[in-house]
């Protein structure tokens, strides 16, 4: 029997994934299954950046690039920083990734290991846990509870520190909550880790652009007290709909960029050389698009927390960003993963239990608003004549 080390045996699952495969399986039968549980935008790419990355291919850009990223790419990305948030990057700083999930997977394999504590939200992205207990750190989760709007509490998290703390995650918009954290608490957070230097931040941003009702989105790398520990998460698969070309960037300081570009060179060489100009054609070309897709999420947004709340037992808060919504289903009967299995497999409706997100999202599910009106208002119907029949 083939050994392998014990890190393999704790590692997890993102269960979308396996809800997206299941509703496929069943509509491949025939049954009519509207999906709300898959986090992607159902927008096509802009014809711009996909005509970019064509290009580049005609051109001849299909061999190696630096690990690092073309650096007409991390110049833009630091163009954007300072464009959306007056903080200036260092394209010396930025790493091009393929997806979001590397840097959740570089910043916790540096920081991880047995003896450490490592905070992350719950519910959260289901990643995040998974990779700590890979490396064999302890999982510290830091509730994001429903009476704080789905955004966590700087003295909560502070509370939740140790000696062994070595990093904290943070997300903010949030998944699956679609929770945002207002300033006056980052500020808070900020202000209670200046005495504990030896504690790295990951700021997961992925959302940043994805905010409504007057939200503004607030970088950590706005905070120049804390920017020689601070790594940011963001990149291109939410904004610009670009889940399957697999774009992310990172930000890194001084201290860690190496530690980064060498795990780069050793597990994926460059990113895709035709979908890094794309990028580049993402972050300068056009944004007409961002705004049509937020405006349409914006509708939609409202639709379903309006339509979930006249559910008999499902409350809903409204979610201040990202393109999800967490309603508490606390009061229908159901456990969550219970209520969600059964919307698939009978009204067919794909949404995703609570608890895949975390020990603490028991009691809601998650619903993806990234599919049209129409689909909601029938998935909703679905779900509303289901549930009160149960």
């Not at 703390?165 to 957070?189: F, M, Q, W, Y």
């Not at 607030?218 to 670009?242: F, Q």
């Not at 960029?257 to 990028?279: D, G, H």
Request: some cysteine; hydrophobic content about 40%.
């Amino acid at each position: 029997m083939l050994k392998t080390v014990d890190g393999f045996d704790r590692i997890g699952e993102e269960n979308a994934f396996a809800v997206l495969a299941r509703a496929g399986a069943l509509a491949a039968s025939g049954k009519d299954v509207i999906n709300l549980g898959i986090g992607q935008p159902d927008f096509p790419t802009p014809p711009n950046i996909v005509d970019a990355a064509i290009k580049a291919l005609r051109d001849g850009h299909h061999g190696y690039t630096d690990a690092t990223g073309i650096l007409p790419l991390r110049e833009a990305v630091a163009a954007d920083l300072h464009r959306r948030f007056s903080v200036d990057v260092n394209p010396g700083n930025i790493l091009i990734v393929p997806g979001g999930k590397v840097t959740m997977f570089s910043a916790i394999l540096m920081f991880g290991e047995p003896g450490v504590d490592i905070l992350y939200p719950d519910p959260g992205f289901p990643i995040y846990r998974s990779m700590i207990e890979f490396t064999g750190a302890r999982p510290i989760p830091v509730p994001i509870r429903e009476e704080n709007g789905f955004a966590f509490s700087a003295e909560e998290t502070l509370s939740l520190i140790t000696p062994q703390t070595r990093l904290i995650v943070l997300n903010s918009p949030a998944n699956p909550c679609g929770g945002v954290t207002p300033k006056a608490e980052v500020d808070n957070l900020v202000a209670g880790l200046m005495d504990r230097p030896d504690i790295a931040i990951l700021s997961d941003e992925i959302y940043d652009q994805m905010l409504y009702d007057g939200e503004e989105h607030v970088t950590l790398l706005s905070y120049p007290e804390i920017r020689d520990r601070v790594i940011l998460l963001n990149g291109w698969s939410k904004t610009y709909a670009m889940t399957g070309w697999r774009l992310g960037y990172s930000v890194w300081p001084d201290e860690l960029y190496q530690k980064a570009r060498k795990l780069a060179v050793n597990a994926w060489s460059c990113v895709n050389t035709p979908a890094q100009f794309a990028a580049l054609e993402a972050l300068t070309g056009p944004q007409d698009a961002v705004g049509e897709m937020l405006s349409e999420f914006n509708a939609r947004r409202k639709l379903v927390v309006r339509l979930l709340n006249d559910i008999p037992g499902v409350s809903c808060i409204t979610p201040k960003g990202a393109f999800y919504a967490f309603p508490n289903i606390s009061s229908t009967g159901f456990k969550a993963k219970e209520l969600a299995s059964a919307l698939l497999e009978g009204p067919g409706v794909a949404t995703i239990g609570g608890p895949d997100f975390g020990i603490l999202g028991e009691g809601y599910i998650r619903l993806s608003y990234a599919n049209s009106q129409e689909n909601i208002r029938e998935a909703l119907n679905r779900m509303k004549t289901f549930i009160s029949s149960a």
